[in-house]
């Protein structure tokens, strides 16, 4: 397996992985019996149009792309930030269609949920870390919002099987998690897996809204917004027939493990 990134080259080593560095440009051509037919981005999508030349290169035959649900959820957003990032995944899956259609390539587009998963996820993990910080989470109201957490292992299961399913060629598939419940009872779980009683804030709107601008001096909540507050109470629900039908997509329910809390 050859592993393609825009930082540094991590170390090559038994596990059979090479890493290789994506230099900004101009890309030296592949030597000859380099080519690569198959691969999978993780990136943000709107990062792979700087690419295409790049994939071409390489022979590229087949692509899965990871985009979110966020381009269904986030359009309508009170949040500008938020709805520019809702656009700009819709654009940027139009852009792959485009572009893999007039080259003959086959592409698979993947929106997973709210994703979690070893301690490195700007979802659940963010929500541990600020218990930990400060012993309580605030909700907004009763926060029955229901969410579908799915697990990243989940995730990367469904791209080696989009890869290498032929009949699932050309589409776009959701992914959820195998659970559905409330934002409450999402977070009272966090707490759980961290080995503490919970300890849920109910605030109004307005408070949120104070508090987030006070929290966004921190670097680490500089991206919370009120609109976040907004949605737990916000069906976010999406099902996963049809990934389920084509790609064996099983995902697991929400079941934190002390590998998916950050260090």
């Given at each position: 397996?050859?592993?393609?990134?825009?930082?540094?080259?991590?170390?090559?080593?038994?596990?059979?992985?090479?890493?290789?560095?994506?230099?900004?440009?101009?890309?030296?051509?592949?030597?000859?019996?380099?080519?690569?037919?198959?691969?999978?981005?993780?990136?943000?999508?709107?990062?792979?149009?700087?690419?295409?030349?790049?994939?071409?290169?390489?022979?590229?035959?087949?692509?899965?792309?990871?985009?979110?649900?966020?381009?269904?959820t986030k359009g309508d957003s009170s949040d500008r930030d938020e709805q520019a990032v809702a656009q700009r995944l819709s654009e940027s899956e139009a852009?792959?269609?485009?572009?893999?259609?007039?080259?003959?390539?086959?592409?698979?587009?993947?929106?997973?949920?709210?994703?979690?998963?070893?301690?490195?996820?700007?979802?659940?993990?963010?929500?541990?870390?600020?218990?930990?910080?400060?012993?309580?989470?605030?909700?907004?109201?009763?926060?029955?919002?229901?969410?579908?957490?799915?697990?990243?292992?989940?995730?990367?299961?469904?791209?080696?099987a989009a890869l290498e399913t032929e009949g699932a060629s050309s589409r776009a598939y959701n992914l959820s998690g195998g659970e559905t419940l409330t934002y409450r009872e999402m977070v009272n779980r966090v707490f759980a897996a961290l080995g503490r009683r919970p300890l849920l804030l109910s605030v109004p709107l307005w408070i949120f809204g104070v508090a987030v601008k006070c929290l966004r001096l921190l670097p680490r909540y500089r991206h919370w917004s009120i609109a976040m507050a907004e949605r737990m109470n916000r069906d976010l629900v999406f099902d996963h027939v049809e990934a389920t039908r084509d790609l064996g997509f099983s995902p697991r329910p929400f079941r934190l493990e002390a590998e998916d809390l950050p260090s």
């Open positions: 397996m050859t592993v393609f990134s825009r930082q540094a080259a991590g170390r090559s080593g038994s596990d059979g992985v090479e890493w290789r560095q994506i230099l900004p440009s101009p890309q030296p051509s592949p030597a000859r019996g380099e080519g690569v037919s198959h691969w999978i981005c993780v990136a943000p999508i709107w990062v792979l149009p700087e690419h295409f030349d790049f994939l071409k290169s390489y022979g590229v035959r087949r692509l899965v792309a990871l985009s979110s649900t966020s381009r269904f852009c792959l269609l485009t572009w893999a259609e007039e080259n003959g390539i086959e592409y698979v587009i993947l929106r997973p949920t709210l994703i979690y998963g070893r301690g490195r996820d700007k979802n659940i993990n963010e929500i541990a870390r600020f218990i930990r910080r400060f012993k309580f989470f605030p909700l907004l109201g009763w926060a029955r919002g229901l969410r579908q957490p799915v697990h990243a292992e989940d995730v990367a299961a469904a791209c080696l």
